[in-house]
């Protein structure tokens, strides 16, 4: 038995290889909060929280900072921390600073949990190792410059490549998709709006990119508007993506009755951390729908081999930078490492390089 004696945070703008361009705005860094949490028998819990938005960074951090001291003296059973927390939390809710900053906690305390077990977080967890195809991650391109990107992706061996699309005009949409696939060959495309569209719009555009052959459409409309997503979901044979953004599983028990979405692709941190994620891995599983991961490549790899619909992983490398030793691509497959826990080391020299005061 551990207790849980302090959380310790640093807030960085973590280096990414290059920037990347949605519909709604560029991330050129992404600003993230570095998780200790610190135990009486000497096991440190190692995650990290993120934020799109530089000026919401301390806000996160502060909101870390806050959870932390409600956990501070408590057990170190990550199950009922997270259930105490959700307790103390009813009245205020736990979605979108508190959600995200609730999400990056649990995942510290979970790998903290299974390094004082000196195991792999998937053998916490029951599950064991397996490798999972990767889609290779990037932001807006044209017709003209996507070329290289998908040349990229097939140099270094993904099975898939995920582009952003929302250009101001259709065809603009169209003559990426076709100058990707051209590269790509039987490599699966996936495509992401991130919720650019009005739900006239998003019919309009998903009706016309279908037959492209795209494994994918994620997110053309506004992340909480369901019944627009089901509408799309009836009426286009591509399948329709969701779920990065639901706070919780409760949201996405709400967009499974609705029938929102043919894939879905929780986010660690947003669902809650390890024991959100758990639970949604259940509610796909009940209804036979294959559940990819969204960023927190290291957490997923994990997270995936628990989960009996696991479908991709989304190679996205927030924090690689940051590391003593990333999560490294195989044959365009990823495998969780089979050190403790999440197997997060940081790389104190790069973190001190990119802390931001």
């Known amino acids: ?14 280096p990414i290889a290059r920037p990347i361009k949605t519909a709604s705005g560029e991330i050129d860094a992404f600003p993230v909060v570095l998780i200790d949490v610190l135990t009486d028998a000497g096991v440190t819990g190692r995650a990290y929280a993120q934020v799109y938005l530089p000026a919401l960074l301390p806000a996160l951090e502060a909101t870390v900072q806050s959870l932390g001291r409600l956990v501070h003296g408590q057990v170190l059973a990550p199950r009922d921390v997270h259930t105490a927390l959700l307790q103390r939390l009813r009245l205020w809710g736990a979605k979108n600073l508190v959600g995200a900053a609730l999400g990056g906690l649990d995942m510290a305390l979970w790998d903290a949990y299974a390094r004082l077990r000196e195991e792999p977080l998937y053998a916490t967890l029951g599950a064991a190792p397996r490798a999972f195809p990767a889609y290779y991650s990037v932001g807006l391109y044209d017709a003209g410059s996507v070329i290289a990107i ?34 790509l060959g039987a490599r699966a495309l996936m495509v992401d709006y991130n919720q650019a569209l009005s739900p006239a719009e998003a019919m309009r555009r998903c009706r016309a990119l279908d037959g492209e052959g795209l494994a994918w459409i994620e997110e053309p409309v506004l992340a909480d508007d369901y ?12 399948p329709i993506q969701i779920g990065e953004n639901f706070n919780g599983p409760e949201e996405m028990r709400r967009a499974l009755a609705l029938r929102a979405m043919d ?81 997060l080391e940081w790389d104190e020299a790069a973190v001190a390089r990119h802390r931001v005061h």
């Not at 040349?151 to 100058?179: M, N």
Request: glycine share 8%; aromatic share 4%; with cysteine.
């Open 1 to 14: 038995m551990a207790i849980i004696e302090a959380i310790r945070t640093v807030r960085v703008h973590a």
């Open 150 to 183: 998908a040349e990229e992706a097939v140099a270094l061996d993904y099975p898939g490549l995920k582009i952003k699309l929302g250009f101001p005009t259709l065809a603009e949409d169209l003559a990426a998709v076709r100058a990707a696939r051209k590269v």
């Open 227 to 238: 019944a627009g997503a089901a509408a799309l979901a009836d009426a286009i044979t591509t």
């Open 263 to 343: 894939y879905v692709m929780p986010d660690p941190q947003f669902i809650r951390g390890v024991t959100g994620w758990l639970e949604a891995a259940t509610l796909a599983h009940m209804h036979g729908m294959e559940m990819s991961s969204h960023t927190f490549v290291e957490a997923s790899a994990h997270l995936l081999c628990a989960t009996p619909t696991a479908h991709w992983l989304e190679h996205l490398d927030v924090v690689g930078a940051l590391l003593a030793e990333r999560h490294p691509l195989v044959n365009g497959r990823l495998a969780p490492p089979a050190r403790p826990g999440l197997g």
